[in-house]
T-cell receptor, first 117, second 113 residues
Framework: DVKVTQSSRYLVKRTGEKVFLECVQDMDHENMFWYRQDPGLGLRLIYFSYDVKMKEKGDIPEGYSVSREKKERFSLILESASTNQTSMYLC????????????????FGSGTQLSVL | QKEVEQDPGPLSVPEGAIVSLNCTYSNSAFQYFMWYRQYSRKGPELLMYTYSSGNKEDGRFTAQVDKSSKYISLFIRDSQPSDSATYLCAMNEYGGSQGNLIFGKGTKLSVKP
């Protein structure tokens, strides 16, 4: 059974702390993504990566950075956490086979609910 | 105007009802359309995937795309309490890489026994 695993289900941090959210996938996928999900705003893409050591900004990268040192692991970093970064964070992965429809689907982890106090 | 509009609900129906969920969009270049289902405290999972216009059926679920109206629908027949979830539409121009996937905000559905 394919799996995207996020290291923490719930996290509580203080403003100014450096926060690491970890995501691991066991499907040998090339693509990995970080989204945040907020009520009334839906899913918004923060960063994504198509290969090891590469990264692309999504729609809302400000205040975040990412690291992809190994193919299976994609980390989201909040350099100095702020209260407006309280959110549900979702990691996803996919494999870009050429135009195979459902094979390109995103596999999501169960999410990390982050509260910044 | 936002690229993808989706009524957030909540939508509450009795068991056995036919459910219709909808999204409208503004970008006429979109041609790959998806529906994701998200149970409470879980990540979304792909439910239906369609390319361009037309219908696609999978069991009790039917996805419809009307590109001329920029309107997509998901129908659930004989709805069950296990269908209670948030349904997210998603779409993009190119398929392939999912980095450009645009999501609706999701409709929360509750099916009452």
């Amino acid at each position: 059974d394919v799996k995207v695993t996020q290291s923490s289900r719930y996290l509580v941090k203080r403003t100014g702390e450096k926060v690491f959210l970890e995501c691991v996938q066991d499907m040998d996928h090339e693509n990995m993504f970080w989204y945040r999900q907020d009520p009334g705003l839906g899913l918004r893409l923060i960063y994504f990566s198509y290969d090891v050591k590469m990264k692309e900004k999504g729609d809302i990268p400000e205040g975040y950075s990412v690291s992809r040192e190994k193919k299976e692991r994609f980390s989201l970093i909040l350099e100095s956490a702020s209260t407006n970064q309280t959110s549900m964070y979702l990691c996803a992965s996919s494999n870009p086979t050429p135009r195979t429809g459902e094979d390109e689907k995103l596999f999501f982890g169960s999410g990390t609910q982050l509260s910044v106090l | 105007q936002k690229e993808v509009e989706q009524d957030p609900g909540p939508l509450s129906v009795p068991e056995g009802a036919i459910v219709s969920l909808n999204c409208t969009y503004s970008n006429s270049a979109f041609q790959y359309f998806m529906w994701y289902r998200q149970y409470s405290r879980k990540g979304p999972e792909l439910l239906m995937y369609t390319y361009s216009s037309g219908n696609k059926e999978d069991g009790r679920f039917t996805a419809q795309v009307d590109k001329s109206s920029k309107y997509i629908s998901l129908f659930i027949r004989d709805s069950q309490p296990s269908d209670s979830a948030t349904y997210l539409c998603a779409m993009n121009e190119y398929g392939g890489s999912q980095g450009n996937l645009i999501f609706g905000k999701g409709t929360k559905l509750s099916v009452k026994p």
